[in-house]
């Protein structure tokens, strides 16, 4: 059985930051893609950050580029999330999400296999 677990969200004011962390058990950890997610209230999920199954690999879209970096951790079958320079509309539950190595270059949230239940961001102006 695959479990995914966040933790590290939290209430941040606008400009700091915060660390996320996602350990992932039950599956083959370095094979996988993985990948930030994020939902705010009456919004689709949107991908955040990605991370090819090696970590050679990493995308961002252009409204967190410069201030999110997501690592992993094979060893610790961890992957983090840094998130810097925090924006009032960064405030949404962010999601963990783990999938077959492709799901790096398709990059929707339905190509992910494998989801944590969240952890909730609040970033105060």
């Known amino acids: 059985q695959v479990q995914v677990v966040e933790s590290g969200g939290g209430l941040v004011q606008a400009g700091g930051s915060l660390r996320l962390s996602c350990t992932v058990s039950g599956l083959a950890f370095d094979e996988a893609a993985l990948a930030w997610f994020r939902q705010a209230p009456g919004k689709e999920r949107e991908g955040v950050s990605y991370i090819s199954w090696n970590g050679g690999s990493t995308y961002y879209p252009d409204s967190v580029k410069g201030r999110f970096t997501i690592s992993r951790d094979n060893a610790k079958n961890t992957l983090y999330l840094q998130m810097n320079c925090l924006k009032p509309e960064d405030t949404a539950m962010y999601y963990c999400?783990?999938?077959?190595?492709?799901?790096?270059?398709?990059?929707?949230?339905?190509?992910?296999?494998?989801w944590g239940q969240g952890t909730q961001v609040t970033v105060s102006s």
């Open positions: 999400a783990a999938g077959e190595p492709v799901a790096f270059y398709k990059g929707g949230p339905a190509d992910f296999d494998h």
